[in-house]
RNA sequence: GGCCCCUUAGUCUAGUGGUUAGGACGCAUGGUUCUCAGCCAUGAAUCAGGGGUUCGACUCCCCUAGGGGCUACCA
């Protein structure tokens, strides 16, 4: 069998949202696998949107998810350019080749007509599709046409077959009747191509074996799949996965919280813990475990297991997923991405090796490295602020603390052990233990009633 | 409107004609603990509805409902 080739093929009209970035994955997961290529392309035909800048911010945040492509835009490959828009030139050749072939031909209608026609059809309850007007105009038609100076698109002439099959590895053999779409526009009269051709006339060209993409493409995979065999090209396997939507149901934007990569990246959470939360949306392991790293995915991840209902982004799954992923990585792995989240104050009071023990205690239920602001705020030297309960509480525990204050004094060697004795002496001595021999302790120190373990925020802070 | 897709607890899912419908998140309760968390244990909660087919349907077929997508010289 030959090589495995997928690829990703982005608009550069945004961020990488959530449901780009699953797409992404489940194509670099699925050509890892195989030990196939991913291919990166961008699809900025649409040049009223698509700008340079969200293209840099794609490629970084795909790098920072930890996808590497093997052919790309500046990585390169023996099948680019990987721009559409540095392809014209090839879109406009296969055009001109299907005119030729009697497959496609010059239309000029104008937008305004067009427009007019699609309401007259809907008025008369029929559904708006191309009435064929520039189909058999002949080249004596057309010459006229050109004459006027009409703009010219280039339209596919969709056959008499009466329906397509299609065969989608992740959802079975779909069938759509052929006259649900009209003779459409492949080459736009600014000479730039549309979606579909484009996305036809390269899939093929670079020698894409698998479609893995969106289901909102599974319409377009008709239109796909008649230029295909109008160019006369091998046909890929396609496989639509199920959409990514809000809690309300509706296909997930902006209100629906941060459904940009880079929003969940400012927030710290760590890119494999996103990986392996977004690998386990619309696929599941023959196996229970759920927190994976991104080489046990590659290992398991197929088409095959590919659900076929959309899912809905929960972040309290991500939370627990990321947070497992913080934990077993703990300071080793992660105080590095972690150093711009802790607090000035504690940054200019400990040195790395502390900071490294905080990053350890606070990081037991972390979803994601900015909440390391709150979690340590225990470890923050000097005399905390004490809100009025917490003052009236220690009012109440002043003997008790000054217990504390002089059992901490005979502390020759300031360590664990050492400090859980003073503790407990102190208790004795004031004959109280448990929670109000701890409780006032805690308050006095961190201003906190909750918190880590407080022997070892004392060890960590200091005598 | 037309066409296509989807429908197992609040959420992610397993399940391919016979199961006490399994797991995970979240939630609740109990244990460990100074507290939170973690860990352990326990619990509540699911096959959208209706017809068939069958000895037997979560599983197959049809209808209805709901949701989503496409129907552009957007991708």
Redesign the pocket.
């Known amino acids: 069998m030959s090589e495995t080739r997928v690829r990703f093929?982005?608009?550069p009209?945004g961020y990488l949202h959530v449901g780009g970035a699953r797409t992404a994955l489940f194509n670099w997961l699925f050509a890892r696998h195989r030990k196939g290529s991913f291919i990166l392309r961008i699809?900025d035909?649409?040049s009223?949107?698509s700008t340079g800048e969200y293209e840099r911010m794609l490629l970084e945040d795909l790098r920072w998810l930890g996808l590497s492509w093997d052919e790309g835009p500046e990585t390169g490959g023996e099948y680019g350019p990987y721009r559409q828009t540095e392809r014209v030139g090839m879109y406009k050749e296969y055009a001109l080749r299907l005119v030729a072939e009697g497959k496609a031909f010059p239309?000029?209608?104008?937008?305004e007509l067009?427009e007019t026609k699609?309401e007259e059809m809907k008025k008369a309850?029929k559904?708006?599709?191309?009435d064929g007007a520039c189909r058999d105009l002949g080249e004596a038609g057309r010459e006229e046409m050109r004459a006027k100076g009409l703009?010219e698109?280039v339209r596919f002439h969709v056959g008499d077959e009466s329906a397509k099959k299609i065969d989608d590895i992740a959802?079975?053999e779909?069938?759509?009747?052929t006259e649900?779409?009209?003779d459409?526009?492949i080459l736009?009269?600014?000479g730039?191509?549309?979606?579909?051709f484009?996305?036809a006339v390269d899939d093929a060209m670079m020698r894409i074996t698998h479609v893995i993409r969106g289901?909102?493409?599974?319409?377009?995979t008709l239109r796909q799949v008649m230029i295909y065999e109008a160019l006369g090209m091998g046909m890929p396997k396609f496989a639509h996965i199920?959409?990514i939507?809000g809690?309300?149901?509706?296909?997930l934007s902006k209100r629906h919280g941060a459904p940009n990569i880079r929003d969940y990246r400012e927030k710290g959470y760590p890119p494999e813990a996103l990986a392996n939360y977004l690998a386990?949306?619309?696929?599941?392991t023959?196996g229970?475990n759920?927190i994976m790293s991104v080489e046990q995915l590659t290992g398991e991840f197929d088409l095959e297991?590919v659900?076929?209902?959309?899912?809905?982004f929960?972040e309290?799954?991500l939370?627990?997923i990321s947070?497992?992923h913080i934990?077993a990585g703990g300071s080793r792995r992660y105080l590095d991405d972690a150093m711009r989240y802790f607090p000035a104050k504690l940054k200019e009071r400990y040195g790395r090796e502390d900071l490294a023990g905080i990053f350890d205690i606070a990081s037991?239920?972390l979803p994601c490295l900015s909440m390391l602001e709150r979690e340590a705020a225990s470890f923050a030297p000097g005399i905390p602020e004490y809100s009025e309960e917490a003052r009236a509480s220690l009012r109440a525990a002043g003997q008790l603390l000054a217990a504390f204050i002089s059992a901490f004094g005979g502390i020759d060697q300031w360590s664990d052990g050492a400090i859980r004795e003073a503790i407990k002496s102190a208790g004795r001595e004031r004959n109280v233990k448990?929670?109000d021999?701890?409780?006032p302790?805690?308050l006095a120190v961190t201003g906190f009633?909750?918190?880590?373990?407080?022997?070892?925020i004392l060890a960590i802070r200091g005598k």
């Not at 779909?174 to 009747?177: A, E, I, L, R, T």
Request: glycine fraction near 6%; proline fraction near 11%; aromatic fraction near 10%.
């Open positions: 093929a982005p608009s009209t699809e035909t649409d009223q949107r239309c000029f209608c104008t937008d067009l699609r309850g559904p708006p599709q191309y703009p698109s959802r079975g779909v069938v759509f009747p649900m779409v009209g459409f526009v736009r009269s600014n730039l191509p549309t979606y579909n484009a996305a289901a909102e493409h599974l319409p377009n199920p959409l939507l809690s309300d149901r509706t296909k386990f949306l619309g696929w599941s023959k229970e759920e297991r659900s076929d209902s959309p899912s809905i929960d309290a799954k939370n627990w947070a497992n934990r037991e239920n448990g929670k021999l701890y409780m302790l805690r009633p909750h918190g880590p373990d407080l022997v070892s």
